[in-house]
Nanobody, 123 residues
Framework: QVQLVESGGGLVQTGGSLRLSCAAS????????MGWFRQAPGKEREFAAG????????YYVDSVKGRFTISRDNAKNTVWLQMNSLKPEDTAVYYC????????????????WGQGTQVTVSS
């Protein structure tokens, strides 16, 4: 079992930045594809960013490319999502997820989810 705990959410103005963290326990993350999903009010949960087990490959949904950066440190069992130039449409609950398969599997149905952290961007 892998337990994922997100932190770093909050309220920020348009154009601001936040850095989300996802700390894992239970197992080492070094063999897991990791990702961040988000769910805005009244909308379905969507994939936002993903990173391969070694960190060599990253993946982003078009709406966050150039603004968000996903990274990881397997020695610290932690994944981050640096979010810059935030927009009101980025307002959502952000979830960390872990998947033993490739990013395609992560996007379909991750093995593990965190509890989520709220990000609110005011206009």
């Amino acid at each position: 079992q892998v337990q994922l705990v997100e932190s770093g959410g909050g309220l920020v103005q348009t154009g601001g930045s936040l850095r989300l963290s996802c700390a894992a326990s239970g197992r080492t993350l070094s063999s897991y594809t990791m990702g961040w999903f988000r769910q805005a009010p009244g909308k379905e949960r969507e994939f936002a960013a993903g990173i391969s087990p070694t960190g060599g490959y990253t993946y982003y949904v078009d709406s966050v490319k150039g603004r968000f950066t996903i990274s990881r440190d397997n020695a610290k069992n932690t994944v981050w999502l640096q979010m810059n130039s935030l927009k009101p449409e980025d307002t959502a609950v952000y979830y960390c997820a872990a998947e033993q398969g490739p990013v395609a599997a992560l996007r379909l149905r991750p093995d593990y989810w965190g509890q989520g952290t709220q990000v609110t961007v005011s206009s």
